[in-house]
């Protein structure tokens, strides 16, 4: 018997939530299937992911000014560059390992603004590698949408083509995949990989008799997609715009509201609700992690959030969540938790509408709460069904069961 060489692969470490809570459930699942795989990651933020994991990590780009913007000579010869080297970077690391697991994410899709040049290509690199190195890469519970940029389509359809295993979060993906020309016969569609992480113990803290329960707000720095460039300013003035009225209107009422980010570049929409607002019922949360944001919004009597992964966390707790929709991700994934219903749309917050959507919620909050406590448990099971398949799939049992895999990999 020898233990499986692991590799972790993607933007892991770099301030968005959502993609670490992937990472961290398929850590979890390793840890209790595969107790002896050695595992590292090539990735963002590899001293994050060092720290709080407690694996090696190594940084994705060679270049460290890779997502700074390029004006002068110097840096753009610095990108150039380090687009060669990261050619041989990536496959001297993807050959190291038996098996590489891009966990989650939505890696095949453009539904916020992308550089073809950027994390595509990366992904474009480990799957090649993958192919003529016999790696098997597997893309795991991954999300994909249409992609207008036919640089960045190219990438993306090639390298879902190269990888050697594929499942996506939802339905969509998989439609879109297919659309682009890839073989998705034998893919199967599971629930987000987070919904696998345990969700808070315990209850809400009892408030005093009459005082509202807390809503949680979770905000974007939203831009609209890759395709909105031109207009990304107008997009995000309407979208801040609509949601300061929103939360305006709530501290109107009496109700405390907590405001929630998902990824560090949140930040300045949180600071211009609060100065907008001026209220002392609106504070921000301090999250660090999935796990921080599933304690927030189980505390909270109903979410309305942005962020695909907000969503997450708020349905896994069981809580009534209305969503600011800025992705077809987000639509189905409301579907899949009985909430099709209670989806607005982030383009164009209508707060009066959003207010009518959100005390209809809250009048069938005991009934939600009761669909959402079905939905997650089986949810729960069909991604242990995912796990199962990875393992069948991925994971030989001896060094020349390992060989004759390699062998086979088309």
């Known amino acids: ?114 550089r073809p040049w950027g994390f595509p290509y990366s992904l474009f690199l480990l799957c090649a590698s993958g192919r003529l190195l016999g790696t098997r890469v597997a893309l795991v519970g991954v999300g994909a949408a249409p992609i207008g940029n036919r640089a960045t389509r190219t990438l993306v359809r090639w390298s879902a083509r190269l990888a050697a295993y594929r499942s996506y979060r939802d339905a969509p993906s998989r439609d879109a995949m297919r659309a682009m020309g890839v073989d998705t016969a034998r893919d199967e569609v599971y629930p987000d990989l987070a919904f696998a992480l345990p969700a808070p113990r315990g209850s809400a803290p009892p408030r005093p008799p009459g005082r509202p329960g807390a809503v949680c707000v979770g905000v974007m720095a939203f831009h609209g997609g890759d395709d909105d460039r031109a207009r990304a300013a107008e997009i995000h003035r309407r979208y801040l715009d609509g949601t300061t009225r929103f939360v305006r209107a709530l501290a109107a009422d009496g109700r405390p509201v907590r405001l929630l980010t998902g990824d560090a570049c949140d930040a ?109 448990r089986t949810a729960e099971g069909q991604l242990q069904d995912q796990f199962a398949q990875l393992t069948a799939a991925l994971f030989p049992t001896t060094t020349p069961a390992r060989a004759q895999i390699r062998q086979e990999t088309p």
């Open 1 to 114: 018997m020898t233990a499986a060489r692991v590799g972790l692969f993607g933007l892991l470490g770099s301030g968005n939530l959502g993609n670490d809570g992937s990472l961290e459930a398929v850590l979890g699942y390793l840890r209790a299937a595969h107790p002896d795989a050695a595992v590292d990651a090539l990735c963002g933020g590899p001293e994050t992911v060092t720290a709080r994991y407690a694996i090696p990590a190594t940084r994705l780009h060679w270049y460290r000014g890779e997502y700074r913007t390029a004006s002068r000579a110097g840096a753009i010869a610095g990108k150039g560059l380090g687009k060669v080297v990261d050619a041989f970077r990536t496959a001297a690391w993807v050959r190291r390992h038996d098996v590489v697991i891009v966990p989650g994410m939505g890696v095949l899709e453009a539904t916020l603004p992308l």
């Open 268 to 376: 300045p929409v949180v600071a211009a609700i609060l100065d907008a607002v001026d209220s002392p019922l609106v504070t921000a949360a301090e999250t660090a992690s999935l796990a921080d944001l599933m304690k927030e919004t189980a505390a909270a009597d109903t979410v309305v959030a942005t962020r695909y992964h907000n969503l997450v966390c708020a349905l896994k707790t069981g809580t009534p969540t209305l969503a600011l929709s800025y992705a077809a991700k987000s639509d189905a994934l409301m579907d899949r938790m009985g909430l099709a219903a209670y989806c607005h749309p982030a383009r164009d917050v209508d707060a009066d509408r959003l207010l009518g959507q959100f005390r209809e919620l809250e009048r069938r909050s005991a009934e939600l709460r009761q669909t959402l406590t079905e939905r997650n």
